[in-house]
């Protein structure tokens, strides 16, 4: 049976932009397109994904950074929502007030980026819309502020999210979990080998006028284990419900990671139904996993190729589901 099914009717998408470590939206998606890796090796974290050019790079950086494109694409005349979601607010922030510098504390909160890049556009007045949903993040950003679009509570709308997690604290955490590829190049539906964490931020701008028209979207959870997901028939009922909105896709962007149990569960899904047979783009052994923003990041990129219908999922740290189609009208 299909998930519950968010359709959007009046929710365009006119911009968007990604900052990887394979570049902005265009050169991202010629990466992954063409499987030219953007990682590299960098001592004690192994193979990674990091953006070297963006000043004082952090949560705040990378989310202006790639936010100021998208931006100028909205209709400003009316209420405008902005999701700018950190899933694990400022990791740099968090290690400073470990360390002892209280008032670092204040500047890691998961909710900040959000009010940080609304005043930095110069906005009086919006309507905030972050979310924390582990590596759905991004994705799930996207739909809150979708759902305020076409309800009409927002006009327009500017979401995605950003990550800066390539910190001692966070990196020993999914090195304990097992999760990182280390030494060993990243693959995705091979030999499990774990990801690359990667630095990187995605956003789209949503409303008005755009050759992009966001269809539909899913949030659906497995909460059966607290680290991974488990029940089969959660993926399977999300890919039944785009495939009714949107069939044939021409391209489905897998979340894939690379470890065995999220790979195993994302084939089961994938290869379990009508659209098996699609084309699949798998992005994170190309630019890395962007964590929290990955959803954002990999959708923005994705925005670039030169397809009628496409599927972009995320699979979140302990059993959140989001998934988009994207239609070209």
């Known amino acids: 049976m299909p998930a519950p099914v968010s359709r959007y009717r009046r929710v365009r998408i006119p911009a968007w932009d990604c900052l990887t470590a394979a570049g902005d939206a265009t050169a991202a998606w010629a990466a992954c397109r063409d499987g030219r890796s953007a990682l590299r090796r960098v001592e004690g974290l192994g193979w990674c994904g990091t953006i070297a050019d963006v000043p004082g790079a952090g949560v705040d950086a990378l989310a202006l950074a790639t936010a100021r494109?998208?931006?100028?694409?909205?209709?400003m005349d009316g209420a405008i929502a902005i999701a700018a979601c950190a899933s694990k607010g400022d990791p740099a922030a968090l290690d400073a007030a470990l360390r002892g510098d209280a008032a670092s504390l204040l500047r890691a909160g998961p909710e900040r980026p959000t009010a940080v890049l609304a005043r930095a556009l110069g906005l009086r007045s919006y309507l905030p819309a972050p979310v924390a949903a582990a590596c759905s993040t991004g994705l799930y950003g996207v739909l809150g502020c979708a759902d305020l679009v076409e309800s009409g509570a927002a006009r327009a709308a500017l979401a995605g999210a950003s990550d800066a997690s390539l910190t001692p604290l966070l990196v020993a955490g999914f090195a304990a979990l097992g999760v990182l590829c280390g030494e060993?190049?990243?693959?995705?539906?091979?030999?499990?080998?774990?990801?690359?964490?990667?630095e990187g931020a995605g956003f789209v701008a949503l409303g008005g006028d755009g050759p992009w028209?966001?269809?539909?979207?899913?949030?659906?959870?497995?909460?059966?284990?607290?680290?991974?997901?488990?029940?089969?028939?959660?993926?399977?009922?999300?890919?039944?419900?785009?495939?009714?909105?949107?069939?044939?896709?021409?391209?489905?962007?897998?979340?894939?990671?690379?470890?065995?149990?999220?790979?195993?569960?994302?084939?089961?899904?994938?290869?379990?139904?009508?659209w098996r047979d699609r084309?699949?783009?798998?992005?994170?052994?190309?630019?890395?996993?962007?964590?929290?923003?990955?959803?954002?990041?990999?959708?923005?990129?994705?925005?670039?190729?030169?397809?009628?219908?496409?599927?972009?999922?995320?699979?979140?740290?302990?059993?959140?589901?989001?998934?988009?189609?994207?239609v070209r009208d």
């Open 213 to 274: 028209r966001l269809a539909a979207g899913v949030r659906v959870a497995d909460a059966r284990h607290e680290t991974q997901f488990i029940d089969p028939s959660t993926l399977h009922a999300a890919l039944a419900a785009l495939w009714e909105v949107g069939p044939r896709p021409d391209l489905i962007v897998v979340h894939g990671t690379g470890t065995a149990a999220g790979d195993a569960y994302e084939l089961a899904g994938l290869d379990g139904g009508p």
């Open 184 to 198: 060993t190049r990243p693959t995705v539906f091979a030999a499990p080998t774990g990801f690359a964490p990667a």
């Open 69 to 75: 494109a998208p931006w100028r694409a909205l209709d």
């Open 279 to 326: 084309p699949r783009l798998v992005c994170k052994p190309v630019i890395g996993h962007c964590l929290g923003a990955s959803g954002a990041a990999e959708l923005a990129l994705a925005l670039e190729a030169p397809v009628a219908c496409l599927w972009k999922l995320s699979l979140g740290f302990g059993g959140h589901l989001a998934a988009v189609v994207c």
